[in-house]
């Protein structure tokens, strides 16, 4: 019996890879939906002494693109229960 070493390092490779892609994507998705100059109540902008942490909007586009980064996520991962359960398949 044999072990091919270099089949189990491709694995582990490809899962690493994925595994920190899929981290890096969520985190960007995260950072997408902090973006945004807040305003105070006036609607004029605030000085960074006088922001909350939660004071500003979120542009359109950036809760788009935070959408589609969390969309990717939840396929990778649904992908990976996919490929693990063989009944799915």
Do not use: N
Request: include cysteine; proline fraction near 6%.
């Amino acid at each position: 019996m044999t072990i091919d070493f270099s089949a189990i390092a491709t694995v582990a490779g490809v899962g690493f890879v994925a595994a920190v892609g899929v981290v890096l994507l969520y985190t960007l998705g995260l950072r997408l939906l902090g973006v945004g100059q807040p305003a105070d109540a006036g609607g004029e902008k605030t000085q960074y002494s006088e922001e909350t942490p939660r004071s500003g909007t979120t542009p359109p586009i950036a809760l788009a693109g935070a959408g589609l980064c969390f969309a990717v996520c939840v396929a990778a991962v649904l992908y990976g229960i996919w490929m693990t359960i063989p009944q799915f398949h």
